[in-house]
């Protein structure tokens, strides 16, 4: 298994984002019991261009201080939604997981309606067994919906049948497997 964390970035976090305390809290507790439990903790940060505020060089590209990358993790640089437009992160996801019989690739972080729901869908077309713990993504009000109905119907809805949607707990427990 991999525990992907996507755009966890100082230009996102932010308090508007729907349930941001739990949302960060789950995240917090999930990349600590992946790292106890020897599961590969990658990450993809989304580089979005000069003038957003979101490119390298800037501060909001950083990954936030609570959930930065340990010495030896990877950091894969996208610019657009889906994890899986870097060539190199699709590449490695390729080759570690067919090593592997587990296919099991475990996202959090954000933005529910962009790029967690991007790679959530681009993973499971390629044969992924998709695993996304409740309250560990997030988003913000957008024109048609606020925060908390678009987290919902992604997580609710939309994912049904491309993803498992478990607790936190669950997730710490499929560590342990």
Not at 19 to 37: G, V, Y
Not at 70 to 75: A, L, T
Not at 108 to 130: H, M, P, W
Request: charge should be negative; charged fraction near 30%.
């Amino acid at each position: 298994m991999i525990l992907l964390v996507i755009d966890m970035q100082k230009g996102l976090i932010d308090e508007e984002l729907y349930d941001c305390e739990s949302f960060m809290e789950n995240c917090i507790r999930l990349i600590d019991a992946a790292r106890k439990k020897h599961v590969e903790v990658i990450y993809a940060q989304h580089d979005a261009g000069p003038g957003s505020g979101l490119t390298i060089g800037d501060k909001g590209f950083e990954i936030a201080d609570e959930v930065r990358p340990e010495p030896g993790e990877k950091v894969f640089i996208k610019t657009i939604n889906s994890c899986f437009g870097n060539k190199e992160l699709k590449k490695y996801l390729k080759k570690y997981l067919k090593k592997q019989e587990d296919r099991r690739l475990m996202i959090i972080g954000l933005q529910t309606n962009y790029c967690i729901d991007a790679t959530v869908k681009s993973a499971f077309e390629r044969g992924f067994e998709v695993i996304v713990p409740e309250g560990t993504n997030s988003t913000f009000d957008n024109d048609y919906m606020n925060a908390e109905t678009t987290v919902r119907y992604y997580n609710e809805d939309v994912w049904e049948e491309l993803a498992d949607i478990v607790t936190v707990e669950e997730a710490m427990e499929m560590f342990e497997r």
